[in-house]
């Protein structure tokens, strides 16, 4: 079984620029979670995904968004980036949306904000 | 609010040798899921061990088992036989049940083994 794959693997915008990133899950899993990875933050939630429906979303502002296609697929979208939003961006899958369910991490996406 | 401290910024072990890792966290919730996530410089994160909130055995995981005490709130990783690949950051995190996919992480503990 594949893995969970996030392209691009690295990417370079300048300020003001918006960015998408792509994550496909893993086979048969619908939850997708998106999480911002910077030394300064650690490891934050951003948004999660269940059948093409946002079900959480954490504490960030509203030019982080995302969403989610009907073969699970998943985008996330930042708009008017701003240096501090350089960071790896992690996305999760699992099977379902309850804590029990094991998430598996792709490799991420490095984006830098010049 | 959910939070989780691992107080060890830094570590290191020597190859062969047992190494344990802290982590704390606070909830009031009851019903939960404990996590330890590995981070080697590759930046794929992959899970070491978990542990269900209501079992009182401690999981392990071949080299890998944790010491979780509930009350406590604690939550530590020991790791023996330490090898030169078990070289990462390890981050603790915990999910609450029910309330979705959104991971709690501690700020990291980055362990080096040396030879």
């Known amino acids: 079984k594949a893995g969970v794959t996030q392209t691009p693997r690295y990417l370079i915008k300048t300020r003001g620029q918006q960015v998408t990133l792509s994550c496909s899950p893993i086979?048969?899993?619908?939850?997708v979670s998106w999480y911002q990875q910077t030394p300064g933050q650690g490891l934050q939630f951003l948004f999660e995904?269940?059948?093409?429906?946002?079900?959480n979303k954490g504490n960030f502002p509203g030019r982080f968004s995302g969403r989610q296609f009907s073969n699970s697929r998943s985008e996330m979208n930042v708009s008017t980036l701003e240096l501090g939003d350089s960071a790896l961006y992690l996305c999760a899958s699992s099977q379902g949306t309850s804590g029990n369910n094991e998430q598996f991490f792709g490799p991420g996406t490095r984006l830098t904000v010049l | 609010a959910q939070t989780v401290t691992q107080s060890q910024p830094e570590m290191s072990v020597q190859e062969a040798e047992t190494v344990t890792l802290s982590c704390t966290y606070d909830?009031?919730?009851?019903?939960?899921?404990l996590f330890w996530y590995k981070q080697p410089p590759s930046r794929q994160m992959i899970l070491v061990i978990r542990?269900?909130?209501?079992?009182?055995q401690n999981a392990t995981e071949n080299r890998f088992s944790v010491n979780f005490q509930k009350a406590a709130k604690s939550f530590s990783l020991k790791i023996s036989d330490s090898q030169l690949g078990d070289t990462a950051m390890y981050f603790c995190a915990f999910i609450l049940d029910n309330y979705g996919q959104n991971f709690v992480f501690g700020p990291g503990t980055r362990l080096s083994v040396l030879p």
């Open positions: 086979s048969g899993h619908r939850s």
């Open positions: 542990q269900e909130a209501y079992k009182q």
């Open positions: 909830t009031s919730e009851s019903n939960y899921y």
């Open positions: 995904y269940f059948s093409e429906t946002q079900r």
